[in-house]
T-cell receptor, first 117, second 111 residues
Framework: DTEVTQTPKHLVMGMTNKKSLKCEQHMGHRAMYWYKQKAKKPPELMFVYSYEKLSINESVPSRFSPECPNSSLLNLHLHALQPEDSALYLC????????????????FGQGTRLTVV | LAKTTQPISMDSYEGQEVNITCSHNNIATNDYITWYQQFPSQGPRFIIQGYKTKVTNEVASLFIPADRKSSTLSLPRVSLSDTAVYYCLVGAEAAGNKLTFGGGTRVLVKP
């Protein structure tokens, strides 16, 4: 099983809503990532978890709150978002948290298309 | 982090070979070079990774000259379904701690 599963596939939420994005992998990967991607732009790294601990936060606003309940699951909790937060949110995983120069293949989910109204 | 530079876009025709060159002048000694493919509204997909000379798999080939300051992804005999954005990642960008994407190359395959 080389899949990263993200739910939901589409989400429309109001600016006062609270919602969560979910990501699951069963490849035994110990590094998991959240990315945000706007149309015609490359994915932008938001958060990295390594061994279920937050290791990188790319100065993401606090209205985005990540959580890693166990080694297979990654959540992104959303609260008080703005319309400009509308984007494709991608989850990825890789085998390990490795240093520079290491060989890493990351597996990505299909993403959640988020629209904030 | 090694910065990468790729052409913004390329057009090709079905059956042709597509070569995308990525410049990475400050690549570090231990850095690997990794390429990802992304279709619209999907997550990126790993294509190929290499360190030096040439690597080939069932999808593509990766050519890396001796100085390693650039690399070329070669897609043989492209089809319409190869229309996608292709990203080159180098070193710490490709490592598990910080998978950071550059601009990518938008490849359009025409009939």
């Amino acid at each position: 099983d080389t899949e990263v599963t993200q739910t939901p596939k589409h989400l429309v939420m109001g600016m006062t809503n609270k919602k969560s994005l979910k990501c699951e992998q069963h490849m035994g990967h110990r590094a998991m990532y959240w990315y945000k991607q706007k149309a015609k732009k490359p994915p932008e790294l938001m958060f990295v978890y390594s061994y279920e601990k937050l290791s990188i936060n790319e100065s993401v606003p606090s209205r985005f709150s990540p959580e890693c309940p166990n080694s297979s699951l990654l959540n992104l909790h959303l609260h008080a978002l703005q319309p400009e937060d509308s984007a494709l949110y991608l989850c990825a995983s890789s085998q390990d948290f490795q240093g520079a120069g290491s060989r890493t293949e990351a597996f990505f989910g299909q993403g959640t298309r988020l629209t904030v109204v | 982090l090694a910065k990468t530079t790729q052409p913004i876009s390329m057009d090709s025709y079905e059956g042709q070979e597509v070569n995308i060159t990525c410049s990475h002048n400050n690549i570090a000694t231990n850095d690997y070079i990794t390429w990802y493919q992304q279709f619209p509204s999907q997550g990126p997909r790993f294509i190929i990774q290499g360190y030096k000379t040439k690597v080939t798999n069932e999808v593509a080939s990766l050519f890396i000259p001796a100085d390693r300051k650039s690399s070329t992804l070669s897609l043989p005999r492209v089809s319409l379904s190869d229309t996608a954005v292709y990203y080159c990642l180098v070193g710490a960008e490709a490592a598990g701690n910080k998978l950071t994407f550059g601009g990518g190359t938008r490849v359009l395959v025409k009939p």
